[in-house]
């Protein structure tokens, strides 16, 4: 017999789930399957990923993501970008739920199996989810993320010293032929370089494909100006000095030093264009355009035109 309910009734077990629950459970709380096909017609409940539901009005986030996950397959532990947005990580949301499984099967639409060994020490609980912990999700991110994100979780990561080249080094040392090495090698030396190595490899990147030439990259200034600094990307022709910084990459002192030094450098004669790692990944053709525009100025106002 069918019992008489409210419209925004969920049963009481979604309370310590996030607010997501299964059909299962609803059953057991008393609806009929008639009822609770009647609430998935209508819209009133929707499926927030593998077997798991929620009333509509219920913002989804990647906590609901989490306990869906783990109300759908039970053995699962949350990972990856799933994981990472769950620890406040920097890594977009790519429409997937990430999962360890300890078995083969098939993923379920958006909620997505993986197979990697995990130790011990290596799963935390969030609410009642098994989640990967931070500094795992850290190390499974900067190796399976694409190029650019990896990059910038690696430059992330460094600044607020969340892990470090010795503890990175260490993770690849304990699993040799883990799938994401080529990316976690790259990532550790971009740690041993300091926080902006990726972002000056990235401008690298981007002046070579726009054909600029005559520039020097992490050039002393001391042989062309008598100062006791460097720049990221020096024209020596122009005195046009680049640099990759900015509070978000290097802290609050080392933002303050910048600032200082670019007194310096202007008072040298020398014109500085700063970018952050924001410019380059958005706004590449933007960053471009503005040193090309600074060039032809700089060179034309050494002609005298």
Do not use: K
Not at 170 to 183: C, F, K, Q
Not at 210 to 239: C, I, K, M, Q
């Amino acid at each position: 017999m069918a019992i008489s309910v409210s419209r925004d009734w969920v049963p009481d077990a979604a309370r310590g789930q996030g607010g997501v629950f299964t059909a299962r459970q609803a059953l057991a709380e008393g609806l009929t399957a008639a009822q609770v096909r009647r609430r998935i017609d209508t819209g009133r409940w929707v499926r927030v990923v593998g077997g798991a539901l929620a009333d509509s009005a219920l913002e989804i986030s990647p906590w609901q993501q989490a306990h869906a996950a783990c109300l759908t397959w039970p053995d699962s532990v949350v990972c990856l970008g799933t994981a990472a947005r769950l620890h406040r990580l920097p890594v977009p949301d790519d429409g997937l739920v990430h999962v360890v499984v300890p078995s083969p099967r098939a993923s379920r639409g958006a909620l997505t199996r993986h197979e990697f060994p995990l130790g011990p020490g290596d799963v935390t609980r969030l609410g009642q989810a098994a989640v990967t912990t931070r500094r795992r999700t850290v190390v499974d991110c900067l190796g399976r993320l694409p190029d650019d994100q990896s990059e910038a979780l690696t430059t992330w990561v460094l600044t607020r010293r969340l892990l470090g080249p010795d503890e990175l080094d260490r993770a690849i040392a304990a699993r040799p032929g883990a799938w994401g090495n080529v990316r976690r090698r790259r990532a550790l030396l971009d740690m041993r370089a300091g926080a902006a190595g990726p972002a000056e490899r990235r401008l690298h990147r981007l002046l070579r494909g726009a054909g600029l030439t005559g520039w020097l990259p992490n050039e002393s200034l001391s042989g062309h100006l008598g100062l006791y600094a460097s720049a990221d990307v020096y024209f020596p022709d122009v005195r046009l000095v680049i640099e990759i910084d900015g509070a978000a990459f290097h802290g609050p002192d080392r933002f303050q030093a910048d600032r200082t030094r670019q007194n310096l450098l202007v008072g040298a004669g020398c014109t500085v264009l700063r970018f952050t790692w924001e410019d380059l990944t958005h706004r590449p053709a933007a960053v471009i355009a503005q040193i090309e525009a600074s060039l032809r100025r700089l060179r034309a106002l050494s002609r005298g035109f």
